[in-house]
């Protein structure tokens, strides 16, 4: 799927072959920052066009995301041949019309927390980026030579 | 290995649980701010004691990080019945001496870049935070009122 040019082991996606993984990928990691500071956390993730949809409970820091939260989801998949990982900056924002929520609930996104009161999220993206990685034997080629760092 | 009281689908780890945990991750994700904002990337980690090191390149943003840099590492692990993520909040600080380098390299790390030039990073821990989720068949429970998210 992801074609290197030689000794190129790290490939820098479209945009359109980062939403394809995104489309298979079923969790994410959500940033944001809390009170100053970044935070992060697992979510369950699901592609809906170009944007991502995640559901979570209230009570959570993720509740508290305001409209137009900047946040980044972040996945990723690894294999010790090859991984990927995609980053979506963007704004989230949670879902309130009954016409939202139906189609967020199409999507058959799981709740961590068990809760009736569970909503769903939204994250609009402002700039995708996506890495894919070839670990050829060159990974194994250890360093040997420590005094090159200081 | 970890215990959940009945109808606790989250466990709040201890320190000890989620170092257990971080010494088998071989993945994890480093978050940091980067002119303001939040950045996330993948870094093969290695638990050493209790501080984490990965392994860089010069020429990445990783590279910039300052001395006592305020980060996240965040690592996890899903199964479709159950899961963990822990995050270690922390400084980070590049290993300078060639005895640190010589430890680091013990490790066992692997680079995402290929170069002679790679650098280690020690994450000195702050705060470490960990949790287990258990995804029984409450999980497949679907919320059927929409109405409740408004």
Same mark, same amino acid.
């Given at each position: 799927m992801f074609n290197h040019p030689t000794? =190129?082991?790290i490939l820098v996606l479209t945009e359109e072959q980062s939403w394809q993984l995104l489309s298979s990928a079923e969790l994410g990691r959500l940033v944001l920052i809390v009170g100053g500071r970044p935070d992060i956390f697992p979510v369950n993730i699901a592609a809906d066009g170009r944007s991502l949809i995640f559901r979570t409970a209230p009570?959570?820091? +993720?509740?508290? +995301?305001? =409209?137009n939260e900047q946040v980044l989801v972040e996945a990723d998949d690894f294999s010790s041949e090859e991984g990927w990982s995609v980053v979506v900056r963007g704004t989230a924002e949670r879902l309130e019309t009954s016409q939202e929520i139906a189609h967020a609930e199409s999507l058959g996104l799981h709740s961590w927390v068990p809760t009736l009161k569970d909503f769903y999220v939204r994250v609009t993206p402002t700039e995708v980026s996506g890495r894919h990685f070839l670990f050829g034997p060159q990974r194994e080629r250890e360093l040997g030579e420590g005094s090159d760092s200081a």
């Amino acid at each position: 799927m992801f074609n290197h040019p030689t000794d =190129v082991p790290i490939l820098v996606l479209t945009e359109e072959q980062s939403w394809q993984l995104l489309s298979s990928a079923e969790l994410g990691r959500l940033v944001l920052i809390v009170g100053g500071r970044p935070d992060i956390f697992p979510v369950n993730i699901a592609a809906d066009g170009r944007s991502l949809i995640f559901r979570t409970a209230p009570g959570t820091k +993720l509740a508290e +995301l305001s =409209v137009n939260e900047q946040v980044l989801v972040e996945a990723d998949d690894f294999s010790s041949e090859e991984g990927w990982s995609v980053v979506v900056r963007g704004t989230a924002e949670r879902l309130e019309t009954s016409q939202e929520i139906a189609h967020a609930e199409s999507l058959g996104l799981h709740s961590w927390v068990p809760t009736l009161k569970d909503f769903y999220v939204r994250v609009t993206p402002t700039e995708v980026s996506g890495r894919h990685f070839l670990f050829g034997p060159q990974r194994e080629r250890e360093l040997g030579e420590g005094s090159d760092s200081a």
